[in-house]
């Protein structure tokens, strides 16, 4: 009995690093309802919305629309939407992404702050075509996955479906 009471102690620390080391292992997994992708989360949203809108959804839960800084994330994203979506040859089906000329005509910027250095605009775009046009979607239009990934910029009122990332932590 002496020698049971004895390992007590041990026993204690050996079950805190069990969950310690359980816990440091939960942290490189995504919430529930994220899928994990390289190092972030996404969650799609189907129910479409304003680019507004969908941005503060995105905030509340700890995230932001998706920025894109190369060819290599610009189609990830698309192919976690390709995957998720009925229809993905539909024509036009768009979904918005983080990126904005809200505060000066033109001048495009990322709302996570990424720096603008890579673009993929469909041919003609950005034309701020019904007056204001500042914000932008992934427009599904074209004849392959590689055009169906370049993006229009658009009336912020718009409803569309969205992505909201978060990194891993
Ligand atoms: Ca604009
Ligand atoms: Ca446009």
């Known amino acids: 009995m002496a020698s049971l009471i004895q390992k007590i102690p041990l026993m204690v620390l050996l079950l805190t690093g069990f969950v310690w080391l359980s816990e440091g292992q939960f942290c490189t997994k995504c919430p529930d309802y994220w899928m994990k992708v390289g190092e ?3 969650q799609y949203f ?5 680019c507004h809108d969908a941005e503060n959804i995105c905030n509340r839960i700890g995230g932001d629309l ?6 290599a994330e610009g189609n990830t994203i698309y ?4 995957g998720l979506v009925n229809h993905p040859t539909q024509k036009e089906s768009a979904y918005w992404i983080g990126l904005r000329d809200t505060n000066q005509e033109n001048k495009f910027e990322w709302t996570d702050g990424t720096p603008l250095q890579y673009i993929n605009w469909q041919p003609g ?10 914000c932008v979607e ?4 074209g004849t392959n996955d590689y055009e169906r990934q370049r993006w229009n910029d658009r009336d912020c009122n718009h409803v569309r479906a969205f992505f ?3 990194l891993l932590n």
């Open 138 to 141: 992934i427009w599904n239009a």
């Open 40 to 42: 972030y989360c996404y």
């Open 125 to 134: 775009q950005p034309d701020n075509g019904y007056g204001v046009e500042d």
């Open 66 to 71: 998706p920025s894109i800084r190369n060819e």
């Open 79 to 82: 192919q976690l939407w390709k």
């Open 164 to 166: 909201c990332r978060k």
């Open 46 to 50: 189907g129910n479409k919305r304003t």
